[in-house]
Every structure is written in structure tokens, then in C-alpha cells.
């Protein structure tokens, strides 16, 4: 048992330091592997019911219920969330990916089970109860849960946790989508806003770990039936560029439309109890006429892809889908939005598709190709996810001749949200909405990248206020870099500055360091588990010059200076 603690003592403290890949590699294959396992227990939990449920024995076949089952099911959804969540404090009942970058951003990627287990119940009844959103969004939370629970269960440098928090984003996104190169890129775009070696190996292990996972329980099916499709002919690339510009006007509605709603909810004195009341009568009332909304609805999706569905069904969809769906998102019903976005731009690429084929007497791609880009440009604008949502599309239906086309319209809805109606991704904007934000500083970057211990000096020797002097001759021949003066608050003196008053005072027989000539240094206490962006916080926030770093048990390792972080910033930057 001991020289198992000493293994994991180890393995902790090489993991302070921002290049421990082969440590963090085996922590990404092990998250990938929880992960895989939690996200099959959610998918079972998800769709068996459904399966039993439902007339056509389909997950997704809300369309076969009567009418008053599907007026009546999102209403009954949004009490049995009632019943769930008022019960809960506001911090209590977070959730979603919004939650999971507001815990990287203030709390060091520290994601809570409560949170993560709510996120579980809550998601089922939304989806199981036919209200109009995703399941990918909930499965983010989870992965990240996992990944930081993992690290958190394990006692590791809080430095750790935010990178295992992105690889449980991307296995999930792998497992949810069969999509392990979109789920890392999508990890790197949204939760951890970098790209660097570091954090591209563990991401990558645990996404093509999770998705083996879900292979080796579910087979390796495809989420979405795609025929194979290309564009016909360069003429088509001006209607291409027009369905980008229309993606983006819708991107940016949605965007708009949560936030108000996020906002307006937020800030009113609105109990959630009539907010989930009022999502369940809206989703209930629309899906007595369009029952398509009803769910996670890929196989909409599908028939919109397939050619399926005529322009007016389209076009009802879409008006539908695209107001009902922010609104209960913003009025609360914890459930996503990734899964909506590719529904939204799937059906208005389909529309598009139709109206630009009887616009032409040429020849031109199907309407299906036109679904197909419009769900990478709708993904790409609403979550500032240009390249995961180009990744994804190219994954989900194995056509190459999909990149160039989709790379134009991708592009024009990114230039149309973001600069033109200056509008951050989704998650971004709810943050903000609730008072928040999410931005790491290039000096946060660095510092959050490694933990106390990989810079704290561990050669100091504890004193008591007052020393004799045989006792300072004694500690001074140890040659240690500090002296750490007990007491509350503690303080740190230099040995120089004890030496040169022994040898200007031989005779002094009781020398008090709090009192002798000395540069000292007021300290607080801080965690071995800190990353060096929380010991600057420390510094600045207890107004003092050093930290004395404690391990698990309260007892001192090590300590830090301020200048030994300026030196590692400026020594880090410069690199």
C-alpha cells in the first residue's frame, strides 16, 4: 500500500508540469473508456424506452402518435422537471455546456457529480417526453464530468482537470455523432480554446477510445443515412455562397433569440416552475401540427437529406424548429443545442436545395447536398465551430466532395454572425447572459498549464519565531534557500539576512527573525493541488509575496514566490 502511494505520489507531481504527455495520454484512454461506458448507459436509457413506447417501435417516431398523446407528452415532460429541479438551488440545478465552461472558467475545471447526475435525469425526461432539443449538448456535460470527476477522485494538480474536462468533451461528441476527429477538434474550438501538443494527444486518445467503446456495444453504425452526393458544376458556387449568407441570418436569429429568452429568465422574477410550464405548452401545441420537432429528430434530418420531404413541410419545419427551440432552451429545459443546430440547417439547406434546382433548367446537386451544407454552416456559425463542423459532415457521410463547397458556405455564415452581427458562439453568449464570461488571458493560458508543485522550492526549514544563536548557526550551515518563520500569517526570510546579523551581533543570545533587519515575506497557504494561475490569484488576493504550498494532510512541501512566477512567465513566453 505504501509503494502504491509513492507510485501515485509521483505520477501526481509529474503531472504539475505542463509536459507530462505520456501521463496524460493514460489518463485521455481512461477517460475515453468511462466515457464510452456513460454515454452507452445514456443512449440505452434514452432509446430503449422510446423503442418500447412508441406505435413504430422507432426512437425517433413521434410523428405516430395522436394528437392529443403529443400535445399532452411535452406537457407531462416539463412537470416531471418541475418536480426535479425546483426543489434544487439555482447552483444546484446548472447544466449543459454553458455550465461546463463557467466551471473551466472560475473553478478549474472542477465539474460537480450533483450537477453532472441532474444533467443524466434531466436530459432523459426532456428527450424521452418529445420536448424540441438535443442530446449531444447533455452528453458533453457528461463526458466532461467525467473526465473531471476522474481527476478529482484521483487528487491531481487542478492543471490536469481542464484538459481531462476536454477529453471527456470529445469523447462524447465521438461517441453521440461516431465522429472522433470532429469531437477533437471540437474539443480544442469550444471548451479548450487552444491547439498544443499537450492537449491534442490525451483529447485524441480518449476520443478514439470512447468511440471503440461504443463500436464494441453498438456496432459501427452511422448516425445519419447520407447517399453520395457532389456538386454538379462550378456555376453552383454563387447559390452556395447565398445559402451561406441565409445560414448565417439564421444562426444569428437563434443565437439572438436564446440569449433573450437566457436573459429575460435570468433576470426576471419568473419562478422556473411557470418557465418549464410554458416550454412544455409551446412544445405541446406546436407538435399537434408539425410533430417533426418533437425530439432529437434525426430522422427528419435523414428525409431532408434523402429528398424526402416537400418545400412547404420544409418550410414549416424550419419556422418552427428555429423559434421553439431557443425559446425552451432559454426558458430552461435542460436539454442541447448542437443536435438543433445541424436539425435547423439540414432543413433550411433542403429548402434551399429545392428552390435553387427549380430556379435552373440545368442540372444541379441534390437538395440533399444543399442539407448537407447547410448542417456544417449552421454548426460552424451558432457554435463558433468552424472547423468541427467541416470535420463532422465530411465523417458523418464519408464524401470528400463535400469540404470545398461546405469550407465557402461555412466561411460566409462565420463572417455573417460574427461580424456582422458581432455575435461569440452560443455557449458564449448564455454565459453572458447570466452575468458571466468565458476568456483565458495569454499570462492565464501559461500559468493554468502547470501545477504548484512543478515550481515550488522545497528547500526551506521550518523555525520558531525566535532562535539562539548556536540554533541559527546550525540551520545556517544546512545552506537552505529559505527560512520559513512559523507563526500566523507565516513569513519567509532569507538565511543571508539572519547571517549577516550574526556576524554583526556575535553576542546575541535569543535573536527574534520577526524583529532582526530582513527582507520578509508575508505567506498564505495554498493547495499542492493549485495550478500557478490559482497562486497568482492567491498572491493578489491575500495581498502577500509567497504561498506556502500544503499536500492533502495540511503539512508544507514547499513554497513560492511572486518572482519566481514573473520568472516563469516571462521564461514561458519567450519560448
Known amino acids: 500500500m505504501q509503494k502504491y502511494a509513492s507510485s501515485l505520489k509521483s505520477f501526481r507531481h509529474r503531472l504539475a508540469y505542463a509536459e507530462a504527455l505520456p501521463q496524460m495520454v493514460v489518463l485521455g484512454v481512461i ?63 446548472k447544466v449543459g455546456v454553458a455550465h461546463l465552461l463557467e466551471r473551466i472558467s472560475y473553478h478549474q475545471g472542477q465539474l460537480p457529480a450533483g450537477n453532472a447526475i441532474l444533467q443524466f435525469a434531466a436530459a432523459l425526461l426532456a428527450l424521452l417526453t418529445g420536448h424540441s432539443a438535443g442530446k449531444e449538448g447533455p452528453a458533453v456535460h457528461l463526458g466532461a464530468a467525467c473526465g473531471s470527476l476522474l481527476g478529482q477522485r484521483m487528487r491531481l494538480p487542478n492543471n490536469t482537470l481542464r484538459i481531462l474536462a476536454g477529453c471527456g468533451t470529445a469523447a462524447a461528441i465521438a461517441a453521440m455523432f461516431n465522429t472522433p476527429l470532429a469531437g477533437v477538434i471540437f474539443a480544442m474550438e469550444v471548451v479548450l480554446l487552444e491547439y498544443s501538443v499537450l492537449g491534442f494527444m490525451p483529447v485524441m486518445a480518449a476520443a478514439a477510445t470512447a468511440t471503440l467503446v461504443m463500436h464494441l456495444l453498438f456496432g459501427a453504425e452511422q448516425v445519419l443515412n447520407v447517399p453520395v452526393m457532389q456538386i454538379h458544376s462550378m456555376n453552383e458556387i454563387p447559390y452556395v455562397l447565398f445559402l451561406g449568407v441565409v445560414i448565417g441570418l439564421l444562426a444569428s436569429l437563434f443565437v439572438k433569440l436564446t440569449t433573450k429568452v437566457t436573459c429575460w429568465s435570468t433576470h426576471q422574477e419568473f419562478h422556473l416552475s411557470y418557465r418549464l410550464l410554458i416550454a412544455g405548452l409551446l412544445t405541446g401545441t406546436c407538435a399537434v401540427y408539425v410533430p417533426e420537432i418533437m425530439g432529437v429528430g434525426y430522422d427528419t434530418v435523414t428525409a431532408a437529406l434523402q429528398g424526402e420531404l416537400a418545400i412547404t413541410a420544409l418550410l414549416l419545419i424550419l419556422l418552427v424548429k428555429v423559434l421553439l427551440t431557443p425559446v425552451i432552451i432559454g426558458l430552461g429545459i435542460p436539454a442541447g443545442l448542437i443536435g438543433p443546430t445541424f436539425f435547423i440547417g439540414a ?33 460552424a456559425a451558432v457554435l463558433n465551430a468552424p472547423l468541427a463542423a467541416l470535420i463532422a459532415i465530411m465523417e458523418l457521410t464519408g464524401n470528400p466532395n463535400i469540404l470545398f463547397p461546405a469550407m465557402i458556405a461555412i466561411i460566409v455564415a462565420n463572417l455573417i454572425t460574427r461580424y456582422v452581427f458581432n455575435l461569440p458562439s452560443i455557449f458564449i453568449a448564455i454565459m453572458r447572459a447570466q452575468g458571466m464570461d468565458f476568456r483565458l488571458k495569454p499570462v492565464q493560458q501559461v500559468l493554468s498549464r502547470s501545477a504548484v508543485s512543478s515550481l515550488m522550492n522545497t528547500d526551506f526549514i521550518s523555525t520558531p519565531k525566535t532562535l539562539s544563536s548556536a540554533q541559527s548557526a546550525e540551520i545556517l550551515e544546512r545552506n537552505p534557500n529559505w527560512l520559513l518563520i512559523e507563526g500566523s500569517p507565516s513569513a519567509l526570510l532569507p538565511p543571508a539576512d539572519l ?76 519560448l
Open 499 to 574: 547571517a549577516a546579523f550574526l556576524k554583526n551581533n556575535p553576542d546575541s543570545e535569543h535573536i527574534s527573525l520577526l524583529e532582526i533587519p530582513a527582507l520578509r515575506l508575508d505567506c498564505a497557504t495554498l493547495s499542492i493541488r493549485s495550478t500557478l494561475l490559482e497562486a497568482l490569484e492567491a498572491l493578489t488576493g491575500n495581498e502577500v509575496d509567497a504561498l506556502c504550498i500544503a499536500d492533502f494532510n495540511g503539512r508544507i512541501e514547499g513554497v513560492i514566490t511572486r518572482n519566481q512566477l514573473e520568472t516563469y512567465y516571462q521564461q514561458y513566453s519567450s
Open 347 to 379: 432543413i433550411a439547406g433542403g429548402a434551399l436545395g429545392i428552390v435553387g434546382s427549380s430556379a435552373v433548367e440545368q442540372q444541379v446537386a441534390h437538395q440533399g447536398f444543399y442539407a448537407l451544407i447547410g448542417m456544417g454552416s449552421m454548426m
Open 31 to 93: 477517460c475515453g473508456i468511462l466515457c464510452g461506458l456513460l454515454l452507452g448507459l445514456f443512449r440505452i436509457a434514452l432509446e430503449w424506452p422510446l423503442e418500447t413506447w412508441l406505435p413504430n417501435g422507432q426512437h425517433e417516431g413521434f410523428e405516430s402518435l395522436p394528437n392529443w398523446l403529443r400535445f399532452c407528452l411535452p406537457v407531462v415532460g416539463s412537470l416531471l422537471l418541475l418536480l426535479l429541479l425546483c426543489p434544487l438551488a439555482p447552483l444546484k440545478r
